[in-house]
């Protein structure tokens, strides 16, 4: 079984699921063994740059030496930094990889060619509509595609000695608003006396669209003023009126490329470096050319309204998750609102898998750690070596609500023999906080309708609000223990002992049912602080506390009583489970001291006494009795030191 992984940012882009459809189509076409892995991320569409870094993660989730091939669709990706970082990845694999759009040093090219498709069409305007003065709305700076087209548009006027200004380019991005801000902003800036340029070229149909529509809003018409052309050749430009001339290509055809050329490369045959997808120039109303090819407007509209209508069911199907979502207390709850959503998402399987910390409040803690309200325990770079799958569902074995840990990149299906599937891999993220990935099987549906942002977007938001309450609840628990709880060691002060310990002795009294009571001293506190220093001697009480906190259970009360005495109240026990107990606590000290390579010996004297609640003991007096029994062990070390 051969496996690619696909590298791709923007999945909120409706174009970018051709990619991977194309790479499927080559695959499913010749029956080919081959799975497709896609890590797709959605970085370029938020200014927040540490929200960023948690979607930019996910390219750190796989080992990209377990893949026989690499595509990477990273030319959307507006930090150079990250773009390189992912290059060097791929680099050191020594595996074939291929790059989308973007030339990168060392890799293979897919793409369409767009310096002749952007030279072919000022050329047109050259050429058929004799336009000389130019304005061209460009997309952003840093995408490399942008700069291409951008270079071969100054070669042409270069070429053809028109002359131009570095003004006559804006720069902005490829959307609507970069095309109606660009326009309105030359018109106010560059339209002396109303002069107007012979032709507005941009770098999308998007801008091409957003510069039509604010001519139109200033009483300019296109094309009797000016000529209007565009880029990608996306539905809008046949739709629009008056229709866009524009350049563009079967996206699907790329990916069918990219897996094209992997085959090939895999079977020993020769290969080119750069492979171009066919461009296809459709010239159109924009520019005042006559074009006989027919579109059906009525089918266009059919088919926008059945988008709506189906989304409209889709976003009813995640307002319902989101509503039922809010009611959840905790991590397994969510899991359990998601499979009435599973049909809407037309997928084969679902994963949740999760940084196994986002249940850290959730868990039986006897005493508080500051550090549990410390995010820095999630990855801000990479992924825990352990993850915990919180949610499974596949098609063939229904919903798993048995959460389990891993170990490895795949859930569950890793070791799935059916070959032709598709795997997309998407992060989830509290800003730059990695908390897990988001798995599903069969994601193209889902990619095309581009409902994952939203369906993510509602998980997340779920996620953190839980995570922010539970935190809430856990700092609320904080300052309520501080009145009962030493603020070194984390056990109860002498105020908890009398809140707890004192009821519980007189329940027990009252039932008849006794206790085991322990009182435990640590051996020379004093010799260790005047030869070494106090912060050795916290540091040694706070081990001996740390070992009674972990060898006490649900129920037991443990309790520093002060300075180095710490008192343990539990259920009546047999003396050989008491007698194990301490053996275990005095290795967990010998062994955290050895680690930290403490240059004194630490030890602990105990002393235990069972109470008989058929006697009018009380509790003081079996503490004085512990206490006694206690110190008759440490002068017996005292003695066989000496």
């Not at 293979?108 to 767009?114: A, E, L, Q, S």
């Not at 050329?123 to 700069?147: A, S």
């Not at 009571?517 to 051996?523: Q, T």
Request: some cysteine.
């Amino acid at each position: 079984m051969k496996k690619i992984a696909l590298i791709m940012d923007g999945w909120k882009r409706f174009f970018t699921y051709a990619w991977p459809a194309g790479i499927l189509q080559r695959i499913r076409a010749s029956a080919e063994d081959i799975n497709l892995y896609i890590f797709s991320s959605s970085g370029d569409w938020s200014w927040d740059a540490d929200y960023n870094i948690g979607e930019y993660n996910i390219y750190k989730l796989p080992d990209l030496n377990d893949f026989d091939g690499i595509v990477m669709d990273v030319n959307n990706i507006r930090y150079p930094n990250i773009i390189d970082e992912i290059a060097e990845l791929v680099r050191k694999t020594g595996k074939p990889a291929i790059s989308i759009s973007n030339k990168l040093p060392g890799f293979y090219y897919v793409g369409i060619d767009n310096h002749t498709s952007m030279t072919t069409m000022i050329d047109h305007l050259y050429t058929v509509h004799n336009c000389r003065r130019f304005w061209f709305i460009m997309g952003p700076k840093t995408n490399y595609e942008n700069n291409i087209r951008t270079n071969a548009l100054k070669e042409f006027l270069h070429e053809h000695h028109l002359d131009y200004k570095e003004s006559d380019f804006y720069f902005e991005s490829y959307e609507f608003s970069c095309g109606y801000r660009g326009f309105i902003y030359m018109v106010s800036h560059l339209a002396k006396d109303g002069q107007l340029p012979d032709a507005v070229m941009c770098a999308s149909d998007n801008i091409a669209v957003g510069v039509l529509d604010a001519a139109d809003k200033l009483g300019y018409t296109v094309p009797d003023d000016f000529c209007v052309t565009g880029f990608d050749n996306f539905d809008k430009a046949a739709f629009y009126s008056p229709k866009v001339t524009t350049v563009g290509y079967i996206r699907e055809d790329v990916g069918y490329l990219c897996a094209d050329l992997l085959i090939r490369i895999w079977s020993g045959q020769p290969v080119e470096q750069y492979n171009y997808a066919e461009s296809k120039y459709v010239y159109w109303d924009s520019c005042g050319c006559k074009n006989d090819t027919a579109v059906d407007q009525n089918e266009h509209s059919k088919g926008q309204i059945l988008y709506e209508i189906e989304t409209i069911d889709f976003e009813e199907q995640v307002l319902g998750l989101e509503y039922a979502l809010l009611n959840c207390t905790s991590v397994s709850e969510i899991s359990a609102c998601i499979p009435a959503c599973i049909p809407a998402f037309q997928c084969d399987a679902m994963y949740i898998v999760l940084d196994e910390h986002i249940n850290d409040f959730r868990r039986d803690l006897n005493y508080y750690n500051q550090n549990l309200i410390d995010d820095e325990k999630f990855h801000v770079s990479g992924y825990p070596e352990s993850m915990s799958v919180e949610f499974a569902y596949d098609m063939k074995e229904g919903t798993t609500s048995k959460t389990h840990t891993i170990n490895s990149l795949f859930p569950t299906f890793d070791s799935s023999q059916e070959s032709g599937m598709d795997y997309l891999f998407m992060p989830l993220h509290f800003r730059q906080y990695t908390i897990g990935y988001f798995v599903i099987r069969n994601a193209v549906y889902l990619m095309e309708k581009q409902y994952l942002f939203k369906v993510l977007n509602v998980l997340i938001s779920a996620m953190r609000n839980l995570y922010e309450k539970e935190k809430l609840e856990y700092m609320n628990r904080m300052l309520a223990d501080m009145n009962v709880k030493d603020a070194m060691t984390g056990l109860y002060n002498r105020l908890g002992f009398q809140k707890l310990v004192c009821s519980l002795f007189d329940a027990k009294k009252h039932a008849g049912e006794n206790l085991l009571i322990l009182f435990v001293d640590m051996d020379r506190l004093k010799y260790i602080n005047d030869n070494f220093g106090h912060d050795y001697g916290d540091n040694a009480i706070q081990i001996i506390a740390s070992a009674i906190m972990s060898h006490c259970g649900k129920h037991d009360i443990p309790v520093r009583n002060g300075g180095d005495e710490f008192i343990i109240v539990r259920e009546s026990i047999q003396q050989e489970e008491y007698e194990a107990m301490i053996h275990s606590m005095r290795e967990e000290v010998a062994k955290k001291a050895f680690e930290q390579n403490l240059p004194f010996e630490l030890t602990f004297s105990v002393g235990a006494v069972y109470t008989d609640m058929t006697t009018d003991k009380t509790l003081d007096d079996y503490i004085r009795i512990a206490d006694e029994t206690m110190y008759a062990e440490k002068t017996r070390k005292k003695a066989n030191r000496i």
